[in-house]
């Protein structure tokens, strides 16, 4: 075992502190990755917070990671000691089930191992995040990032990225795809990039008049002010997918009228409460809704590669691990454009 410099949780109620954590040492297929930056992700707060369920505390939080190799295991093939690699969401799953052998590991029928806050494929160890110095984690789990990149912008990439990137690839969206993102936060920004990136013309929907810069900026062909009745009739039946990104209370039947006829509301962000929908915008326009996750470890590459290539990487305020917590109100204020990314040597 090794020890690791970490920020954990220790119950629901109480700030991140520093805290030493156990590593195990790497086994035949793992890889060692000093962390150089972590993400934030809003699922970290509601994660330690207990928003979501009972947590194992302590818990390190954080599956936005990127670093460099410092070991690796003597049957490991795909990497080597001084490698960048990167972890996302789950660091393993069963391998054997439908899902799993289909390269949608994130829909495990068996034991999925989340980053942290889960279990290991033993049933016993805790896994614990990228909120420290370092991480082991099985090759098979484990992405390759390429060099020249700027670290810090390419952590977010490792959930936010891979959450919006995965249904607008699904959904074959391409030069003349008309694409709505509502929201503009960590994964909307990341939503506009990306389907910009693809050729898609996009239109950002915000209640906010103070985004319709950034949206801009960002790649947006237009911006739509949501509480506008005049803007929202102007838009309506023209869209053909719209990426729902946002995480609290919001009017989806509204969305849902500015999709064309067969068109597809996905859902990213997870509402704490049930939405209410009506069946008639449904029926009548052969719309649907459906829910996204992120995506298996071969998606999840062919999207760090295809941000690579494209020069897309997310908008980030970098920050010292002694304002976590600072950083945690700060999201939950919006007060953050669009993603904070710890640097690990502060740890």
């Known amino acids: 075992m090794s020890e690791a410099r970490a920020y954990a949780s220790a ?8 805290r030493r954590i156990s590593r195990r040492e790497p086994g035949p297929l793992d890889v060692a990755i000093d ?4 993400g934030i992700c809003h699922s970290d707060i509601h994660t ?16 936005e990671i990127v670093g460099r190799v410092s070991r690796v295991g003597k049957r490991v093939k795909k990497f080597k000691i001084g490698d960048l690699a990167g972890v996302g969401c789950m660091v393993d799953s069963c ?16 034991r999925l191992s989340f ?5 290991e494929q033993d049933g016993v160890t805790r896994t614990q995040g990228g909120y420290s110095s370092h991480i082991v984690v099985d090759e098979a789990f484990t992405l390759k990032v390429k060099s020249g990149q700027p670290l810090e912008r390419v952590a977010p990439l490792l959930c936010a990225g891979i959450t919006t990137y ?3 690839k699904r959904h074959g969206v391409k030069k003349g795809t008309r694409v709505g993102v509502l929201g503009l936060g960590g994964l909307g920004h990341m939503a506009v990039k990306l389907a910009a990136a693809m050729g898609a013309t996009v239109t950002a929907l915000s209640g906010s008049e103070s985004k319709r810069p950034d949206a801009k900026k960002l790649g947006a062909s237009s911006f739509a002010l949501t509480k506008d009745p005049a803007v929202m009739a102007a838009l309506a039946g023209t869209l053909d997918l719209i990426i729902d990104t946002v995480s609290g ?3 989806v039947n509204s969305m849902v009228g500015l999709l064309t006829t067969g068109g597809t509301l996905v859902m990213v962000g997870a509402s704490p409460r049930p939405h209410a929908v009506g069946s008639f915008p449904l029926i009548f326009g052969r719309r649907a809704i459906e829910g996204s996750l992120i995506g298996g470890i071969k998606e999840t590459q062919e999207m760090l590669d295809f941000c690579a290539k494209k020069k897309v990487f997310a908008d980030v305020e970098v920050i010292a691990a002694k304002d976590i917590n600072a950083a945690y109100e700060r ?3 919006s007060d953050v454009r669009y993603r904070f990314s710890i640097d690990c040597s502060t740890l």
């Open 48 to 63: 330690v917070r207990g928003e979501w369920g009972p947590g194992a505390y302590p818990i390190v939080p954080g599956h």
């Open 35 to 38: 962390i150089a930056y972590c």
């Open 166 to 168: 995965s249904p607008l």
């Open 11 to 18: 119950s629901p109620t109480t700030p991140l502190a520093p």
């Open 115 to 119: 980053t942290y806050n889960a279990v």
């Open 331 to 333: 999201v939950l204020k």
């Open 95 to 110: 391998r054997k089930c439908a899902n799993c052998r289909r390269g949608m590991e994130q829909h495990c029928l068996g």
């Open 249 to 251: 209370d919001h009017d």
